[in-house]
Structures are given as C-alpha cells and as structure tokens.
C-alpha cells in the first residue's frame, strides 16, 4: 500500500506523549528496529530516527520503509536522501528534516531527525519529533539549525472523478451569492495560503481563513472538508478550482484565488 503523507502525519501524531522515562529507558520504536536487525542494543538506543522508521513500517508496512527509509543513524539516512536526488533546502510538509545543534551545513555533523508540518507566522519549522526530553514532542525550530531536508517519495492522495475528467467532484449545491465585492483578502499582497505557508497547522487566525475558504468551496459545490487545515485534499481543490477559472493552477490561495472565490460565476 503507498504511504500517503498525512496518514503518516496522523501515524506520529498518535504517539505524542510517548516516553522512554514509562519503559526503563527502552523504547517500542528501539525494540522493533532491534528485533529487524536482530541486535538489542537498539532497545536503548538513541531513537529519534527509529520512530520515523516505525511510523513509515506501522502506516503502509514495508513499502512505508521504502519510502522513509530504515536507518538509526541520522547521517546515513540524510545521505540515502541525497543519493536518491531527493534532498534540499526547503521545510515542505511531511518532509524529514535535519538538524545540527551547532548549526553547521554538514551531514556528517547531523544530531537530530524530525518530521516537519509547515511553518509559523515567524519562520519556525514546526515537528514532530522522537528522543526530545525522552519523549515523543511537537516542536518549533528555529530554521539556522537545519542542515537539510529529505524529501519522501509520498504516494499520492485518490481523487474521485466523474465521467473521465480529473477535477473532484462537485456536488449540486443551491448556488451562493455571487458580488462584486470580496472579504478582505488576510494576508499581506505577496503572501498566500497553502500546504507549506499559513496553513492552519500553528496559527489560530489563519486555520479560520483557510476554513473559511474551505467553506466558500464547499459553498460553490466541491466536496471538502471545512476542518481548517490546508493540506494535500484541500491543496488539490484548490488547484481544480483554479483550472475551471483559468487561474494561474499552483494550489495556492493567493489574493486573486481569494477574490475569485466571491466574484467568479459558478459552473457545474
């Protein structure tokens, strides 16, 4: 089965709270990859990059390995990401993010590995990560400690389609009050929301714009959840609608994405 980014998200979300202080210093992540290499010594072992492994394993079994990756040691996992071209220097949600305390550029220098959400308002990259204060945490980091990030192989989301085309499907709705005049567009001009930007996940205010584009969508007949989180589903509708209104088709919800939701006639 493919490992999709968000059902890996809710996989490591799970085990928040989880600590090592409640095992005698031995972890379930520590165990299992023990038990695959047929070596102890993992029982207690350092385990931050252990967990990702175990998420990947628990999610979509042995494809979600192939995907993650199956290491222990932080520097040899970073470089099966550089190897494979999929390696860089951008936060993106669900990547896996790679930390030096000292805030070098080097792999061989890596302490740390932590799978990243987004980031805030202030440009903290906001995780979840295992082995933080022995347990599994949500953090903010500041971005000048990352060497890196890898980039999984995600499978991608399955969008219902209707009579061969390749927009989600819309619904027949009774249509909305379409104006001339938009809300005010929430952000500053050259900003927008989207997977990896303003996206709901660390700000209060913006998971009330985002629900609230969510639900002018659904307000003009796309089948969407209006939870306020901008991810992959909600990333995708927004690209059909953008390719139905002949928008520039980036996912993103811009101020020209943002007045059209209000002013552009509907189509069914």
Known sequence: MALLVEEYIDTAE?????????????????????DRQKNSAYDKAAWCD???????????????????????????????????????????RGAIGFIDWNGSRSIPAIDHVVLVLGTDSR???????????????????????FVGFGYPRYGKVPVPTTGGDDKPVKRPVGRPKIG?????????????????????YSNAKDRDSVRRIQTRLRERGWRIETDGYFGQKTHQIVSAYQDEKSLEKDG??????????WQAPITQ
Request: proline share 3%; net charge positive.
């Open 14 to 34: 799970k085990y928040l709270g989880y600590s090592e202080r409640d095992h005698g210093g031995a972890t379930k992540f520590g165990q299992w990859f023990g």
């Open 50 to 92: 252990m967990f990702l492994a175990y998420c990947g394993w628990e999610t979509a079994g042995e494809e979600g390995l192939d995907v993650i990756g199956e290491y222990a040691y932080t520097p040899h996992h970073a470089s099966w990401f550089a190897r494979n071209g999929r390696w860089g220097n951008t936060p993106t």
């Open 123 to 145: 440009g903290r990259i906001a995780t979840i990560e295992g082995n933080t204060s022995d347990e599994v945490k949500k953090c903010k980091r500041e971005r000048g400690i």
């Open 180 to 200: 001339t005049n938009a809300p005010k567009f929430p952000l500053s001009s050259n900003e927008y929301f989207s997977v990896n930007s303003h996206n709901g």
């Open 252 to 261: 993103k919800v811009g101020r020209i994405t943002w007045a059209s939701l």
